[in-house]
């Protein structure tokens, strides 16, 4: 049972355009929520995040909105730029009494053009 | 400052054979994660460890151990690779366990199980 999902495999956009990209997550425990960045044969690297006390969170070009009642967060990338192409993970997290396990989506391919 | 290392970078592996990945850290993190990705899915935990000398179960823990002997170090290992092991795996480490803390992420290791 996928708890975090990301609907969209891809998203093309234009360079200077907004992107948007989109997570739905299952389980109402999930207190924190993340946006990792990852570049082919590169790990993953830590973008923006939200708690879930908040509806907003901003970090220059990229914003996150959280939706708690529809379950449902979003990553803001404004103006996209060509080296913001890459696969882009919704993760949320739950404190579990041990670690910060992460749950992740399958992620988008974001392809930002010229 | 190396941040989050993986060895080796690629391996194949014959069906039954035996082999150890390290995961390296020079943060001093006391939280260290081994995840693996596959196709089409998010990132998976495997294990975890929350300090030297302890590991926990993560959502895919069988056929795999782990050891985490040093603060540093966080060993995983394949005692019978399966070509369903076949996956690239990915290495993180944390301060603490809580959700706002960044896990740093290594580069991967792509693993061939024939």
């Known amino acids: 049972d996928q708890q975090v999902k990301q609907n969209s495999p891809s998203l093309s956009v234009q360079e200077g355009r907004i992107s948007i990209l989109n997570c739905d997550y299952t389980?109402?425990?999930?207190?924190?929520f993340l946006w990792y960045k990852k570049y082919p044969a590169e790990g993953p690297t830590f973008l923006i995040s939200?708690?879930?006390?908040?509806d907003k969170n901003e970090d220059g070009r990229f914003t996150v909105f959280l939706n708690k009642s529809a379950k449902h967060l979003s990553l803001h990338i404004v103006p996209s730029q060509p080296g913001d192409s890459a696969v882009y993970f919704c993760?949320?997290?739950?404190?579990?009494?041990?670690?910060?396990?992460?749950?992740f989506g399958t992620g988008t391919q974001l392809k930002v053009e010229l | 400052n190396a941040g989050v290392t993986q060895t080796p970078k690629f391996r194949v592996l014959k069906t039954g054979q035996s082999m150890t990945l390290l995961c390296a850290q020079d943060?001093?993190?006391?939280?260290m994660y081994w995840y693996r990705q596959d196709p089409g899915m998010g990132l998976r935990l495997i294990h975890y460890?929350?300090?030297?000398?302890?590991?926990a179960k993560g959502e895919v823990p069988d056929g795999y151990n782990v050891s985490r002997l040093k603060k540093q170090n966080f060993l995983l290992g394949l005692e019978s690779a399966a070509p369903s092991q076949t996956s690239v795996y990915f290495c993180?480490?944390?301060?603490f366990g809580q959700g706002q803390e960044t896990q740093y992420f290594g580069p991967g290791t792509r693993l061939l199980v024939l």
């Open positions: 943060m001093n993190h006391e939280y």
């Open positions: 389980n109402s425990m999930f207190d924190y």
């Open positions: 993760a949320a997290s739950v404190w579990a009494g041990g670690g910060n396990k992460l749950t």
């Open positions: 460890s929350v300090g030297e000398g302890t590991t």
């Open positions: 939200i708690s879930s006390i908040k």
């Open positions: 993180a480490s944390s301060r």
